[in-house]
Structure formats: structure tokens, C-alpha cells
């Protein structure tokens, strides 16, 4: 007989003996041959056979080592294969597996093979002899060895370790014994006494008939010896940290360098031991064992004598990872420490590869252990699947005892999830409803998710219907009605049952049994919205009806906050949420319930007067957004719903909000900063408001005065445009218009800051974080600003009030000094200001100018114009300073100027002649230094004069300045016309032709005459200019 496909004889020969072989001998050193012997086929008419090849039988030259079967995919049923040797047994049934899968089995010669009658079908196999290749490597035959030395030897240490426990007691607690072979740790639970291979196997095939009969424990176990070595070391010196990094001067140098050892770590260290365990039954099922395994503690071999299996470099682990056998008298300490372990895995591997029509003893142990586990240490994880295996298994082995204590003992009854709605159907349709309805009945009960009760129960309900089960459908009858009156915790997700419940029970029962638990449970916004839509889409809408969404949108209505916000990050940020608000609106106007938007307006007007809302998200900013689009929706509204008036508070409310910087109750808010964007939606809302007169209640002075200067001025030239007083036809419009840009102009004066002037050039910020429309009087001097509110003033037709707005320039900011403010500030704006009254077809001799300019000139002469200083040094000396080359001239012209130091960036060569050119100069007190400032770069000169050099120099250029002021009012007589009684001492301070030092010491001079400057009274305010007697008025 032979086989004519060569691929199965290579795989026999090279995969599939190869590995019977290995597992029957445990060594890979071997190499036989298989040689095909036979074909034998068994059908039911076969009688049971019993054969064995002794082994004495074989001749010493012979090379044959055993047999090797190999049972063909051939479906049939009995035929169980027991192969006996030396009083062991072992029995294989490969009847269930035999349809589709092919099997080997490899026997010594000599071991002895019976085998059952097949009872329907047909067993094919293949005989293969198994033979032995004789090498330089295995020069002996592989054969059966003889165990019954070996296993008296056994027995009598198992019964003297019995005996001295017994007696003294100074037995050993347990024994643990390293195997020979070294196994995977596998993944899958698949380890158990069946891995075990040659020495192995043949050491636990003897051990486990005796310790049976000797009343010991013996287990597998997969031990994991962890040595961590841990080390001492010191950095470098020289090395560096992120901290501290090392500069350019402290690096060592090459004879300094650190040697490579002082890099590195040092010799000291330690090593620590660990053993941890796993052990497993000799089915490989897991179980737990209070047992403290210590590195000495095993027999055959030291566990660290190998090589490690794996490596941990970072941390200096080294792990050794071997398999040992555990054994123990039983009824011991150890024993009663023994519990079921992590067997979920092991199980469920157990479970999913069984076939069996009815379950068998270790199937039934492994339920056990699986049951046990879930109570004991339940993982929520894995629970699902085990409920699904342990129902396929009930199912088909009929057994509905193990699903009832599956159900109980996993927590279905608290988490219907785990069964699942079809696995419900499932054991329906094998058990019947009497064996699942009280485990229903506990599931409506203690499950916590109504979700899950009302999925249960509708699956429930659906399979009554297609099953045609009375008892069912009045179970669920009764249950529902309860389900209904107990709803439980509702969310978003509920309410398509919500809508079917409206739907199938009728809006009665709805309105009186559902919505006071919808009611009761405070539901957010989110909730309301989408159930009125859903609730208005999807049921009939018959008075009833309409009645329950009127109910909704109120509950919706009801729980709205006033200023809502919500959350846009993990890190806790938090933002406004005015779009919840305008949901709200459109639903209520969608749903004609108009009326209530008034409770949500009144609700944001109480809580902007209280103070109700987050300091960062002031009610103003919500206002800005929701007013575009409330007016947009009242504009697509039909003109039936009469939205105008109901409307109308909101919009008052959204000016008032635009102005108030304060709440009621005084709490500070952030203003809004009145851009364009917001003074368009100012004047819109106005207009649905009310026109000008809301607009002129809103903008108090109280309200006001939480803006700067340039935002009320940019808000009253709006005003001014987009509500022209031409236009308007009542007295009281015309009234308000006047009031509200006098209020406006006022409060725009009274808020104008001069804090700047301290600091003239100075940039100034905004106050206020949503300022982001920043005026033009940032970055811009003085005079440009206070020429922006005079220009002001005269564009909104308030010119009355440029007295109010010239007497607040008057007064000097806090830091700055009235000779500094009139230098600085006032005297530099009269000429600005005189062109702007030129362009109005003004000038300084009206009203309040006139006042305003006399005020500053007289200020200017007698706090700027100090006596004139003398001439320390004569001009005609200071030609007589170096040459007429260029430095020479700049220099000159320093000595003769106001300026107190002065810089020449030159060669050496230049350095030195302006250096010679200045020593003639140091008996003035003149000073220089040489200041270096690079190697590439020319050093600087910088040359010194004594303050009384510069005296007169800045007194020239404010005599310069003074008789600029006086051409700015005009010619003498104007001149004599607005200064009145104090024109010839200012006259005199500021030309330095008299000695008086004000008005009152002024000597009497030749005053030009006019008609304007003839009985000029001197003004009873003097502004800057001080009564005779006493200091200047601020």
C-alpha cells in the first residue's frame, strides 16, 4: 500500500510526525522515519480490538520505535482508543471531532492498544512504523522506559513525607519541582498536563495515579523569577544640568578633561529577588493558592541557572520564567488556602470548544468555577460573554438550572445588558416563559436604567405578539403600566418613547401621569426643545395636544437659565451661550406660545439687576447677539402673531445693557465698548423699542460714565446720524434728541482722561478687555485730542459747552506741574486750537477763547518765563572754539543752545581735535569723556555743559515760544483786547525788557490802543492766572 500525494507524505515526515514524535519522546535530537504499514477502516460490524507489540519481541538490531496512527476525516460515532502501560490508562474519544478533522496518535512499542466497537460510521486510519535513523547524535533507539522502580521510589517519598508530617511534623509544607523542559507562558489558557512533553509528562503520568491514591495535591504552576539589580552613581562635575548649563570660560580644558569613568556609574549595586506564580489544576484550569514561593524553595535545578527570558535595561530587570510542578498533603494549611482563581479565559475557552450534547464532569466543574468567580471577583468587562456562553451552553445541553444560576450570580437582574434582548428570546423560545418570568420580573425591579427595562420590556412585548402569548403580553401589560408611573432618570435619548407612549396612551394619561415626573426631575433645556419638536412632529395635535405643548415649551421655558453657559474644553474653559436663548425664542414663536418669551425676558432683566451672572460674560455681551437675530426671526414671523409688543421690553433691555456699566445693586461689570457693530445694534433695537426717547432714558448719566471719552463721542455722532433731528416731527422727540446729545456731550467732557498729559508722548491702553475698537486719541499728543472733543462739540451742535470743555483742560493731571501742563500741553494747543476757530469763522476774541487764551498766555509768563538768566559766558568767546570745520561748527552751536549734553560718534583722529578744540572750554565747567562701545564701532564723545550755559539758551527758546502766543491772538491792539490789564507785564516777562515778576509788580509800558481794548475789566475768574495776592488757581 502506498500513498500517492507526495505533499502529505512531506508533511507527514516533516510537520506532523516530527511533532508527534517530539511530544512522545521530549527530544528534538532524534529524527525518524515514518514508514506507512497500513490501511485499516472499522464499521459497526467490526468487533472491539486489543493489540500489543511486546516490546521483548522486537529484535535489539531492529530500528522500529513505535507506531503512528493517523485517524482520516471520516464522520463516525464510539471507537474509543485506551492505551495501557504499566498499570497507567489513558482513554482518547476522537468520535466528535472526527467529521472534518484529522487526528495522530504516537505510541511506543509495547504499549498496548484497545479499541471500542464504532457504533455508526466508518473509522479510517493510517499505521505508520516509526523508525529509528541511527546518527552520530542518537546512537540509541528511542524506547519505553521502565517506570516501576522509579515509581516504588515515588511512592515511598510520598508516604515517608506523609508519615513525618504526621508524627514530628518537621515535614516540608509543600514541595515545588522545576520541570525539565521550558514552556511559553502562553496567552490563551491551552497549558495543562497534556502540554507537557517527554520527562515532563512521563513524571506527572506517574505522579498523578499516586497522589490520588496518597491523598496529596498536585498542580502545575508557571513561576516568574524577577532580579533587579539596582545602582549607585554620581555625575561628572563637568556635566551639565538643564538648569545650570556651563559657559564658555568654565569648560575644562584638555588637561582637566574628566576621565570616562567619572561619567559613568559606580561599582556599587544590589540585586533583589521576586517569584511570583501562576497556578493552574492539571486541566490548566487557574486556581489561587496562598503560597509564598522563595527562590530556594524548588527542587531539580536552580530557577536562575538558565539563561534570562527576558531583559529590562532602563531598570535592570532580569526575568526567568520556568514551569514547576506544586504538590502537598492534602487537608493541610496549604489546602485550605486553595480557592478558585482567574478562570474566566480558561473557561470560556472550555465552554466555546465544546461540543457535548450533555455536560460532562469537568465541564460541570468548570461551570462551577466560572459561577463562583463571577460572584467572588466579577469583571464587568468579561460578564457579557460569559452570559452568552454559559446560555449557548444551557441551551444546548437543556439545561435551564445553569442559565437561572448564570442570570443571578453575573447581576443580569441589575443589568439586562448582559443578557441582552434577543438572548432573552432565545432561552424564551428553548425554556418557555415560565422559566424566565420571575427573572424578568426581578430585571423591572432592580434594573437601575429604565433604558434597559423599556428595551426588555418592548422586545418583551414584540415577541408576546409574534409568539401569540397571552401570558406574555399581559405580564408586559402590567409591567408597562407600572414603567410608566415610575419613569425613572430621563434624558434626550428617551424621548422617541416618550413621543410613542404620547402616541399609543393618549394625551390624557400623558398630561396626568407623565409629565409631572418630567416636571418633577428639573430636565435642562436640551430636553425641552428637542421633545416639544418632537412631541409637536409626531402626534396629532387636537386640543389635548396642544395643551401638552404648551405644558413642555413652559417646563423648557421654566428651566432656561438666564444667562446660560457652557463648557468648550477638557481643561474647565467655559463660554457664553446665548444660542440656548434664541432656541428658545424661535421654539416659543414655532410653537405660538409668544407669551412666554416675556418670562425669559423678564428672567434676564432680574438677573442683569441682581447681578446673576458670571463677572467674565457680562448680560450686555449676550444681548449683542441675541438682538440681530430676535429682530430677523420677528421679521419672518407671520404678521398674525403680533411679536411687536410682547417684543418690546427686550429691546429697551438690550439698550439699557449697550450703556450700564454697573448692575442695580452696584456690582461693577466689564462695559460694553460701543463699536460700530454695537452702536448699529443700539440704534435697531431703539427704533424696535421706541425711537429716541428709549434712547434718551437709557443713556444717564449714571449709565454713561462707565465709557471713555472717545467711545460717547463715537456713540453721539452716531446717534446724530442714524436719528437726524431734521427728520423728526414731535415736540418730544425733538426735546429728547436735545437732552440725550447735552447728556451725551457732558458725560464725553466729564470722562475725557488728561492722565496722559503727565507724560506727554506717552501710549496709552484701553480699560477694558473687550475694547477691541480702540479711538484715535490712542498714540496721538495732546493738542490732537483735545482738538478732536472741541471738533466734537461743534459736529453735534453743542458748542455752548466748549467753556465746560476748556476749563477741563485747564487743570494739570496728577504727576505732571503747572508749569509743565502750560508748557507742554496748553501752549502747544493755542495755535491748533486758533486754526480750528479760523475754519469756523471764530477766532480768540469771542467767547470762551478769549478767556481761555488769556488764561494760558498770562500762566505762560509768569510760571514758564523765569528772568532772564545773564550771560555766563559772552557769545563772541565761543567763536573763538576751534575751527571752522564741520564738528567744530555743531560744536559751537551746542555751547549756544539749550541743550545740556551732546554725542559725537567719530574716528580717533576727530576725537581728539574736538578734544583740543574743548580745553579752552573747562574753565566754564565744561566736561567730555570718551565712552567706547565696540572693536568695529567708532567710540563715542560726549561733551557736558554746566547747567548755568543752558540757562539762557532755554530761556531764549520760551521768550521764542511766548511771542509765538502772543502772534496766535493776533496784532497788539487784539492782543492788549484780550489780555486786558495784565498785556504789559506779559508783554515784558515774556520779551525780558522788565524786571516785575507778575502782575502785580508789572511796570506800566506804552500800550497800543483800539476800540476793543478801551474800559477792559479784568474777568472776576482768572482761570490760570492767579489773584495778585495769591498763586495761581488750578
Not at 625 to 652: C, K, N
Request: glycine share 6%.
Amino acid at each position: 500500500i502506498h500513498f500517492d500525494n507526495p505533499a502529505w507524505d512531506i508533511w507527514i515526515q516533516k510537520t506532523a510526525g516530527v511533532a508527534a514524535f517530539t511530544a512522545l519522546t521530549g527530544t528534538a535530537n532524534t529524527r525518524p522515519t515514518f514508514t506507512l504499514n497500513k490501511l485499516v477502516m472499522h464499521d459497526k460490524t467490526c468487533q472491539p480490538t486489543n493489540y500489543k507489540e511486546p516490546v521483548d519481541d522486537v529484535d535489539e538490531t531492529s530500528r522500529k520505535i513505535g507506531d503512528l496512527i493517523v485517524l482520516l476525516p471520516s464522520h463516525f460515532d464510539g471507537a474509543q482508543l485506551q492505551l495501557s502501560h504499566a498499570g497507567q490508562t489513558k482513554k482518547i474519544n476522537f468520535a466528535h471531532q472526527s467529521k472534518l478533522s484529522t487526528s495522530i496518535v504516537a505510541a511506543y512499542s509495547g504499549v498496548e492498544h484497545a479499541l471500542s466497537r464504532v457504533t455508526s460510521g466508518y473509522r479510517l486510519s493510517l499505521v505508520y512504523e516509526i523508525m529509528h535513523n541511527i546518527t552520530h547524535a542518537a546512537p540509541v533507539r528511542p524506547t519505553l522506559p521502565e517506570m516501576q522502580g522509579a515509581t516504588q521510589k515515588l511512592r515511598n517519598i510520598l508516604l515517608s513525607w506523609k508519615q513525618a508530617a504526621s508524627e514530628s511534623g518537621a515535614a516540608p509544607e509543600f514541595l515545588a519541582c522545576l520541570l525539565q523542559h521550558r514552556y511559553t507562558q502562553p496567552e490563551a489558557p491551552t497549558f495543562s498536563a497534556k502540554s507537557l512533553i517527554g520527562a515532563d509528562a512521563l513524571l506527572v503520568s506517574y505522579l498523578r495515579p499516586l497522589v490520588l491514591e496518597l491523598k496529596f495535591s498536585l498542580y502545575l504552576a508557571h513561576v516568574t523569577a524577577t532580579e533587579s539589580e539596582y545602582r549607585y552613581g554620581c555625575r561628572s562635575r563637568y556635566e551639565p544640568d538643564e538648569e545650570n548649563e556651563p559657559d564658555e570660560e568654565n569648560e575644562p580644558d584638555e588637561e582637566n578633561e574628566p576621565h570616562e569613568e567619572e561619567f559613568m556609574h559606580g561599582s556599587d549595586f544590589g540585586t533583589e529577588l521576586h517569584v511570583s506564580q501562576a497556578v493552574l489544576d492539571l486541566c490548566g484550569m487557574p486556581v489561587n493558592v496562598d503560597l509564598d514561593l522563595d527562590i530556594d524553595d524548588f527542587l531539580r535545578g536552580h530557577i536562575l541557572d538558565d539563561d534570562p527570558d527576558d531583559e529590562e535595561f532602563e531598570r535592570y530587570d532580569l526575568y526567568y520564567k520556568r514551569a514547576a510542578i506544586l504538590i502537598w498533603p492534602k487537608n493541610t494549611g496549604i489546602d485550605g488556602r486553595v480557592s478558585v482563581g482567574d478562570v474566566y479565559d480558561y473557561a470560556l475557552h472550555v465552554l466555546q470548544n465544546s461540543l457535548t450534547p450533555t455536560p460532562t464532569k469537568r465541564e460541570v466543574k468548570v461551570v462551577d468555577a466560572l459561577l463562583e468567580c463571577c460572584r467572588t471577583r466579577p469583571q464587568n468587562d468579561k460578564m457579557q460573554q460569559v452570559i452568552q456562553m454559559l446560555r449557548e451552553s444551557a441551551e444546548r445541553w437543556t439545561d435551564v438550572r445553569i442559565l437561572l444560576r448564570a442570570l443571578k450570580d453575573c447581576g443580569v437582574d441589575k443589568n439586562a445588558d448582559l443578557m441582552g434582548v434577543e438572548g432573552f428570546v432565545s432561552a424564551y423560545q428553548v425554556f418557555g416563559w415560565c422559566a424566565l418570568e420571575d427573572i424578568c420580573g426581578e430585571v423591572m425591579v432592580n434594573d437601575p436604567s429604565s433604558t434597559r427595562r423599556r428595551t426588555l420590556l418592548s422586545r418583551l412585548t414584540q415577541m408576546g405578539e409574534e409568539e401569540e402569548d397571552a401570558e406574555v403580553s399581559a405580564w408586559c401589560t402590567a409591567q408597562a403600566d407600572t414603567l410608566h408611573r415610575a419613569l425613572g432618570e430621563i434624558d434626550t435619548s428617551h424621548i422617541p418613547w416618550l413621543v410613542d407612549v404620547a402616541r399609543t396612551r393618549g394625551g390624557e394619561f400623558f398630561r396626568d401621569v407623565i409629565i409631572p415626573q418630567l416636571a418633577a426631575q428639573k430636565l435642562d433645556w436640551a430636553f425641552w426643545s428637542a421633545f416639544s419638536k418632537q412631541l409637536q412632529q409626531n402626534v396629532p395635535r387636537p386640543a389635548l395636544m396642544r395643551e401638552l405643548v404648551v405644558r413642555c415649551v413652559s417646563e423648557l421655558v421654566r428651566g432656561l437659565p438666564a444667562f446660560p453657559i457652557k463648557g468648550v474644553s477638557a481643561a474647565g474653559r467655559r463660554e457664553k451661550d446665548s444660542a440656548e436663548i434664541l432656541k428658545t425664542i424661535l421654539l416659543c414663536i414655532e410653537t405660538k406660545n409668544e407669551a412666554l418669551c416675556g418670562e425669559i425676558f423678564t428672567k434676564m432683566r432680574n438677573a442683569a439687576r441682581t447681578g446673576a451672572f458670571l463677572p467674565e460674560f457680562p448680560p450686555w455681551l449676550y444681548y449683542a447677539e441675541l438682538s440681530p437675530a430676535v429682530i430677523q426671526a420677528m421679521q419672518s414671523a407671520p404678521a398674525s402673531a403680533g411679536l411687536d409688543s410682547t417684543f418690546v421690553p427686550f429691546f429697551v433691555d438690550v439698550v439699557d445693557s449697550m450703556v450700564s456699566g454697573t448692575t442695580p445693586n452696584g456690582k461693577a461689570i466689564t462695559p460694553c465698548p460701543l463699536s460700530d457693530q454695537h452702536k448699529a445694534i443700539i440704534a435697531a433695537a431703539a427704533r424696535k423699542a421706541g425711537g429716541i426717547s428709549v434712547l434718551k432714558q437709557s443713556f444717564d448719566a449714571a449709565g454713561l460714565k462707565a465709557h471713555d471719552s472717545n467711545s460717547l463721542q463715537g456713540l453721539a455722532r452716531f446717534i446724530a446720524k442714524e436719528f437726524p433731528r431734521q427728520q423728526m416731527s414731535g415736540s418730544g422727540d425733538v426735546q429728547a434728541y436735545k437732552e440725550l446729545i447735552v447728556n451725551l456731550v457732558r458725560a464725553a467732557i466729564k470722562t475725557f482722561d488728561t492722565s496722559t498729559f503727565a507724560k506727554v508722548g506717552a501710549t496709552t491702553y484701553p480699560r477694558h478687555p473687550y475694547l477691541h475698537c480702540v479711538g484715535d486719541h490712542v498714540n496721538q499728543n495732546p493738542s490732537d485730542q483735545m482738538i478732536r472733543l472741541v471738533q466734537f462739540c461743534f459736529e453735534v451742535r453743542a458748542q455752548n459747552y466748549c467753556g465746560r470743555l476748556l476749563l477741563r483742560f485747564v487743570a494739570p493731571p496728577t504727576g505732571s506741574s503747572i508749569e509743565k501742563h502750560v508748557s507742554k500741553v496748553l501752549a502747544p494747543f493755542l495755535p491748533v486750537l486758533k486754526k480750528y476757530l479760523v475754519a469756523q469763522r471764530l477766532d480768540f476774541r469771542t467767547d470762551p477763547y478769549k478767556k481761555f487764551a488769556a488764561d494760558v498766555i498770562k500762566a505762560f509768563a509768569e510760571k514758564v518765563m523765569v528772568p532772564k538768566p545773564r550771560e555766563v559766558v559772552p557769545a563772541v568767546q565761543y567763536q573763538t572754539i576751534g575751527c571752522p570745520c564741520g564738528d567744530c561748527l555743531e560744536l559751537k552751536a551746542f555751547f549756544l543752545s539749550d541743550q545740556a549734553t551732546i554725542s559725537f560718534t567719530r574716528e580717533q583722529a576727530i576725537r581728539t581735535h574736538l578734544e583740543n578744540a574743548l580745553k579752552p572750554t573747562r574753565m566754564w565747567g565744561v566736561s567730555w569723556e570718551t565712552i567706547r562701545i565696540g572693536i568695529l564701532i567708532p567710540h563715542k564723545l560726549k561733551v557736558t555743559k554746566p547747567a548755568t550755559m543752558s540757562a539762557l539758551g532755554v530761556w531764549m527758546g520760551n521768550s521764542q515760544k511766548g511771542q509765538s502766543l502772543l502772534k496766535d491772538l493776533g496784532d497788539p491792539a487784539t492782543q492788549v483786547a484780550i489780555l486786558g490789564g495784565d498785556y504789559s507785564w506779559v508783554h515784558a516777562r515774556i520779551h525780558g525788557t522788565g524786571t516785575g515778576t507778575g502782575p502785580a509788580s508789572a511796570p506800566p509800558a506804552n500800550v497800543p490802543q483800539s476800540s476793543s481794548a478801551q474800559n477792559l475789566k479784568r474777568p472776576a475768574d482768572a482761570g490760570l492766572q492767579a489773584n495778585t495776592a495769591k498763586k495761581p488757581r488750578v
